[in-house]
Nanobody
């Protein structure tokens, strides 16, 4: 059974930082591209970032590029998202997802497995 478990969310002031983690089990982690998405109330789930199965190559949405950093540790089956210079508009539930892909998927339909999400709230 595949499980993706996010952690690290919380309440932070604007300009602050958080580091999200996503621990994966039940899949061959190093063969999966990993992604982060977020969903704010009344809005659709949106792409944030993805990282290639082997690491090293990454993709970001325009709204977070330069502020967020994705990374992974294949030895620990974990993917991370460092959130810096946070803004109130970054407030959302953040989800990690796994895709059987050699590329950098950006759409929800390309992902095979999803975590339950972790709440990030940025106060002004």
């Amino acid at each position: 059974q595949v499980q993706l478990v996010e952690s690290g969310g919380g309440l932070v002031q604007a300009g602050g930082s958080l580091k999200l983690s996503c621990a994966a089990s039940g899949l061959s982690f190093s063969n999966y591209a990993m992604g982060w998405f977020r969903q704010a109330p009344e809005k659709e789930r949106e792409f944030v970032s993805s990282i290639r199965f082997s690491g090293g190559i990454t993709s970001y949405s325009d709204t977070v590029r330069g502020r967020f950093i994705i990374s992974r540790d294949n030895a620990k089956n974990t993917v991370f998202l460092q959130l810096n210079s946070l803004k109130p508009e970054d407030t959302a539930v953040y989800f990690c997802a796994a895709a059987w892909s050699r590329y950098l998927p950006r759409s929800t339909s390309e992902y095979d497995y999803w975590g339950q999400g972790t709440q990030v709230t940025v106060s002004s």
